[in-house]
C-alpha cells in the first residue's frame, strides 16, 4: 500500500491545498489502519515511569502518532503535531479519526457539520511548526541537566537542534538509538539498541535475536571504536569502552545483552542528573 502513495504528494501542503483528496485516500487506506492499531510500546511505558517518579520534565518528539499521551504522559511537547486529531479549516473545531472515517464513507474529501473541509493537525512539508512548540522546545532544552535522546537520527532539522541547545547550555546528553546519529560525538553515553529492547525487564530477555553471543564478539563482528579507550571497570560483562575526546569521556555502549544494557544505562543516568529532558 505504501508505494502506492507518494509522500512528496500527501505530505506536501501545496498539493493538499490544491487535492485533499490524495492524502483522504492515503489517510484511509493506509494511514488509519497502522495507527488505529498502534498502542505503546515499553520505552513509552518507561518515560511514563520517570515523569511520575519527578525525573522527566518533558518530552519533545516529532512523532504524530499521539503514543506518548496514550501511554499516560502527560507533559508533551509535538513538534509535528498529531494525526490523531483532525481539525476543520472553518469553524477549528476537533474531530477523531474515526469521525474521519466514518465522514470518508460518504463524502470524499471529508467535510465538518459546519460545511468546513477536514485536515489532520500535523505539519505539512512547507509549513511552520506550531506557534510556541519550538520555542518551547528550546527553553525545555535550554534549562535542562541532561538530555535523553531515544530513536532519533538527528537529522530533521529544526527539530535537531533541540539536542544541540542542551548541549551548548552545559547539559550532558544520552542518545538511544539503532544506528549512529551526527551527534554522537557530543554525547556522553550512546546506546545502538532499540528503544523498547534497552528498557530491560522480562520483555526484553525475549528479544533474542537481538543479543550478540560472546562468540561474535570474540571474532571482532563488534564494531571497533577508533579512540583511546580503557576497559568499563563497572561490575558486569558489558562490552564497552569509555572514550576520551575533547568532549571528555563518553561512554559507547557494546552489551552482550539488552538487561546489561539497561542496567549500565540507569548507573550511568544515577551519577549524571536529576532531571532531564527526553
Wanted: overall charge positive.
Amino acid at each position: 500500500l505504501w508505494t502506492r502513495y507518494d509522500p512528496n504528494i500527501y505530505a506536501n501542503i501545496e498539493h493538499f491545498n490544491r487535492d485533499p483528496t490524495y492524502y483522504w485516500k492515503f489517510f484511509r487506506d493506509v494511514r488509519y489502519p497502522i495507527i488505529s492499531k498502534a498502542g505503546p510500546n515499553r520505552a513509552h511505558d518507561a518515560l511514563v515511569t520517570l515523569e511520575k517518579r519527578g525525573t522527566l520534565s518533558v518530552i519533545v518528539t516529532q512523532n504524530i502518532d499521539g503514543l506518548h499521551q496514550m501511554a499516560g504522559q502527560r507533559n508533551v511537547i509535538e513538534l509535528h503535531g498529531n494525526t490523531r486529531r483532525i481539525t476543520c479549516m472553518e469553524c477549528s473545531k476537533e474531530h477523531s479519526m474515526d469521525v474521519a472515517v466514518e465522514r470518508l464513507q460518504t463524502v470524499m474529501p471529508p467535510t465538518c457539520a459546519c460545511g468546513g473541509g477536514l485536515r489532520p493537525s500535523v505539519v505539512f512539508f512547507g509549513e511552520a511548526l506550531p506557534p510556541g512548540a519550538m520555542d518551547g522546545a528550546e527553553k525545555a532544552a535550554a534549562e535542562c541537566d541532561l538530555m535523553l535522546v531515544i530513536g532519533s537520527s538527528l537529522v530533521v532539522y529544526p527539530a535537531a537542534l533541540v539536542p544541540r541547545t542542551a548541549v551548548e547550555n552545559g547539559a550532558r546528553m544520552a542518545i538511544v538509538n539503532i544506528d549512529p546519529t551526527p551527534m554522537d560525538g557530543l554525547a556522553e553515553l550512546v546506546v545502538n539498541r532499540a528503544a523498547g529492547a534497552v528498557r530491560g525487564g522480562a520483555g526484553a530477555r525475549g528479544a533474542g535475536n537481538a543479543w550478540r553471543s560472546r562468540a561474535e564478539r570474540d571474532t571482532g563482528a563488534w564494531p571497533r571504536v577508533s579512540a583511546r579507550t580503557t576497559p568499563c571497570r563497572l561490575p558486569c560483562a558489558t562490552m564497552c569502552t569509555w572514550r576520551y575526546g575533547m568532549w571528555g569521556v563518553r561512554l559507547v555502549v557494546r552489551a552482550s545483552s539488552d538487561r546489561i544494557s539497561v542496567r549500565l544505562i540507569r548507573f550511568w543516568l544515577r551519577c549524571s542528573s536529576e532531571r532531564f529532558v527526553q
